[in-house]
């Protein structure tokens, strides 16, 4: 089936570690996305990418880091500078003018 | 002035009702407009495009005013699986940059 996957679906950090949350997709899109998303919130940017070696800050970008070394893969690493790092994570990929689909997210949270 | 806005809501209505959602952008050079929904603990997923002569799939009406900058989301014969939040997103530019505004939430009751 062609989609987005995310993995894992759920994650646990430790006071200064940092994580790396997977998104892989098969759908041949230019651009990918990685959204933060809090209880009751709406979706906020972090990072994303219009093509391969190639990505821009969003609007958290802070303690937060990605690569785009292949197309299919736009791998998130949550680092020990983001203090509160606990939310629900949405990766996603789009062509342009297409609306964008979605992997079925992580929830990150602190042990 | 936020670049999408949408009230938060609750819109309360019983099965069988219609509702409306509108949502405001601010750039009205906007180019691609969505609507999507999304459930509790759950990934937002594409409801429809808006284009600009409107659409319409089953009870779901999409209208788009590029006059006053706005889209609206009609909601026929409400259902109790339409509560959700509805998400309006925005394409500001031709990038590849999306806004999405805050979301409406909609409860329907027996």
Redesign the interface.
């Known amino acids: 089936d062609g989609g987005i996957t995310q993995s894992p679906k759920y994650l646990f950090r430790k006071e200064g570690q940092n994580v790396t949350l997977s998104c892989e997709q098969n759908l041949n899109h230019?651009?990918m996305?990685w959204?933060r998303q809090d209880p009751g919130?709406?979706?906020r940017?972090i990072y994303?990418s219009?093509i391969v070696n190639d990505f821009?800050k969003g609007d958290i970008a802070e303690g937060y880091s990605v690569s785009r070394e292949k197309k299919e893969s736009f791998p998130l690493t949550v680092t020990s500078a983001q203090k509160n790092p606990t939310a629900?994570y949405?990766c996603a990929s789009?062509q342009?003018?297409?609306?964008?689909?979605?992997?079925?997210?992580t929830r990150l949270s602190i042990l | 002035r936020k670049e999408v806005e949408q009230d938060p809501g609750p819109f309360n209505v019983p099965e069988g009702a219609t509702v409306a959602f509108n949502c405001t952008y601010s750039n009205s050079a906007s180019q691609s407009f969505f609507w999507y929904r999304q459930d509790c603990r759950k990934e937002p997923k594409l409801l429809m495009s808006v284009y600009s002569s409107g659409n319409e799939d089953g009870r779901f009406t999409a209208q788009l005013n590029r006059a006053s900058q706005y889209i609206s989301l009609l909601i026929r014969d409400s259902k109790l699986s339409d509560s959700a939040t509805y998400l309006c997103v925005v394409n500001p530019d031709s990038s590849y940059k999306l806004i999405f505004g805050s979301g409406t939430r909609l409860l329907v009751r027996p």
Request: no cysteine; net charge negative; proline share 4%.
């Open positions: 230019d651009a996305y959204y919130q709406g979706l940017l994303y219009q821009q629900f949405l789009r342009v003018s297409q609306p964008q689909h979605f992997g079925d997210g």
